[in-house]
């Protein structure tokens, strides 16, 4: 029973062009959301966070956008550059302090 | 800061024997979280502490499976005896907030 699902398993972009990436949730208990970026023989590394008071929270390249309606949030990096490619994980968190990962999309971005 | 440290980066060990996985949280970080990933199962939450204290092993595979943080500093989670398919990569992360969690390079284990 996956709770968290990021359904594309990659995404090929164009330098300087718009990646989104997408993820999806079942449990409405979640109340805030995570993304993580992950190179090769490294640990995940925290990229942006959104609590779900929220719809929208942006750092710099990166926007991540909340739909509690549709449990569904996004990840957009633009312009999206090389160094952009890696593995995302989206995660989902609630008051347990557990979170719940999704099982990651792979972005290339194409020079 | 060094960020959160996991010994050793690699293990290589036979069926059988026992492995023990370390793990250095981020000072201040009263959360510490041992996660397995797998190519099958993706990203999996074993256990986590706050304050050196288990909070939640529901996710520990069996009773082959311990973790221990004897104090604020230290981690351990130790596979006795390890099987074949404990091979997979051991990541540990730390948390001030209990909300966004910070991990370390990870250990990958494969038992022959």
């Known amino acids: 029973d996956q709770q968290v699902k990021q359904n594309s398993p990659s995404l090929s972009v164009q330098e300087g062009r718009i990646s989104i990436l997408n993820c999806d949730y079942t449990n409405s208990m979640f109340d805030y959301f995570l993304w993580y970026k992950k190179y090769p023989a490294e640990g995940p590394t925290f990229l942006i966070s959104i609590s779900s008071i929220k719809d929208k929270n942006e750092d710099g390249r990166f926007t991540v956008f909340l739909n509690k309606s549709a449990k569904h949030l996004s990840l957009h990096i633009v312009p999206s550059q090389p160094g952009d490619s890696a593995v995302y994980f989206c995660a989902a968190g609630g008051a347990n302090s557990k979170l719940t990962f999704g099982k990651g999309i792979t972005l290339s971005v194409r020079p | 800061d060094a960020g959160v440290i996991q010994s050793p980066r690699h293990e290589v060990t036979e069926m059988g024997q026992e492995v023990t996985l370390r793990c250095k949280p981020i000072?201040?970080?009263?959360?510490l979280f041992w996660y397995r990933q797998t190519m099958m199962r993706g990203l999996e939450l074993l256990i986590y502490f706050n304050n050196n204290v288990p909070i939640d092993d529901s996710g520990m595979p069996e009773d082959r499976f311990s973790a221990k943080m004897p104090n604020a500093s230290f981690s351990t989670l130790k596979i006795q005896p390890s099987e074949p398919r404990d091979s997979a990569v051991y990541f540990c992360?730390?948390?001030?907030?209990?909300?966004?969690?910070?991990f370390g390079p990870g250990t990958r284990l494969l038992v022959l």
């Open positions: 000072s201040g970080h009263d959360y």
């Open positions: 992360a730390s948390s001030f907030d209990g909300e966004t969690q910070y």
